[in-house]
């Protein structure tokens, strides 16, 4: 159901990069995290971790994961507006309680980014959204 699951996360001075690599780990537990630097708008450091998890078995375990810990309700209800027209679904989620072992879906702010490209065939949003939402409400 997924192709794969692109993720970034930027790594402020006040920030542990170790804490938010152990995140991202969290979250998708065989991610290969790239580093990147960047500078910020006050010419501080920040460190931009992303990479691809695209293995079927990695990207099956993260959505199962993910339909046992959010509110799928919520999350059916968000599924349109955070589609895009060529089927990737974008989530965000909180780097603390991501540290903790838990999802928790934001819709702004710092976080974990997640662009999770859904296998569809024609590769559009309505085919795309038709099948998670299919898998969520197979889980309610």
Known sequence: MIHNI??????????SIDEISQAILNLLPEAEIEVE?????????????????SKKRYTKTFFNKLLE???LNKLNDDLESKMD???NWFLRF?????????????????????KIKIAA????????????REAILDSI
């Open 121 to 132: 065939f024609p590769a559009k949003k309505q085919m795309a959204v038709d099948k998670v």
């Open 6 to 15: 692109k993720f970034r996360a930027f790594v402020y001075e006040n920030e």
């Open 69 to 71: 810990s959010v509110d």
């Open 85 to 87: 027209e060529k089927g």
């Open 37 to 53: 630097e960047a500078e910020g708008l006050l010419e501080d450091k920040i460190l931009i971790l992303t990479g691809v998890v």
């Open 94 to 114: 909180d780097k603390t309680d991501a540290l903790d072992e838990k999802l928790t879906i934001l819709d702004k702010g710092d976080s974990i980014h997640l």
